[in-house]
């Protein structure tokens, strides 16, 4: 069963973790799972338990990660990315507290959507080795200008967006990103449209990150995170056990 660790005072600033059951091989690989919504308070980290049960009956270490969101939940930028921040620094500390207990040469940081765009900001500087955005928010004036996630970018970054916030906001204008890469974004996909993933690749290619690309013919915005879909599938079998 997961157990639930604060890193900070609000109510939305804790872990779910799933640790591996006694008995498992370790050190044990280390999942760190952020969840979409477009920011939102209206969705939780919920979203990933079916990921979180999977990879954890694989063998991984889960910390399935809640943070502020825009509403009433006192999220929006920096907050929110500030949060994911502070979680990543938990887990530091947990690896050198639980030394030898996880493989910290094995920290994947895996995003949906919203938390696909956290990953990727959150990925340098911290223990993640690295990152699979699965239908990722990368470009924010982008999705501004489209008016995606039905306006969602408003609340996230407030009413008037400074010269230049939607670039150090956005991964497509942040890039090296600076560990391994897998994007996964179905074809389909009428939320975050599969486009932005494309031209993200191509300059973060171009910036020298390492990047797997996946596109998932049919796929919408939510087979990625849907354990029985085979764009889930992509991802375990390139992630294996260890």
Known sequence: MPTTHSYGDHPSQTVRRWAPADGADRPAPVAVLLHGGWWRDRHDAGLMEPLARDLNAAGWDVWNVEYRRTGADGGGWPHTRDDVARALDL???TMRREDGALDTSRVVSIGHSAGGHLALLTAADSPVTAVVALAPITDLRRCADAGLGEGAVGPFLGPDPGPG????????????????QMVV???????VPVGHS??????ARAAGDAVDYREVADADHFAVIDPAHPAWGAVRDRLGRG
Not at 165 to 180: A, I, K, M, Q, W
Not at 185 to 191: E, F, L, Q, T, V
């Open 91 to 93: 887990l530091a500390d």
């Open 185 to 191: 974004h179905g074809a389909a996909d009428d939320r």
């Open 198 to 203: 494309r031209d993200y690749v191509a300059a």
């Open 165 to 180: 916030l939607y670039e150090t906001t956005s991964p497509r204008h942040r890039l090296p990103v600076g560990v391994p």
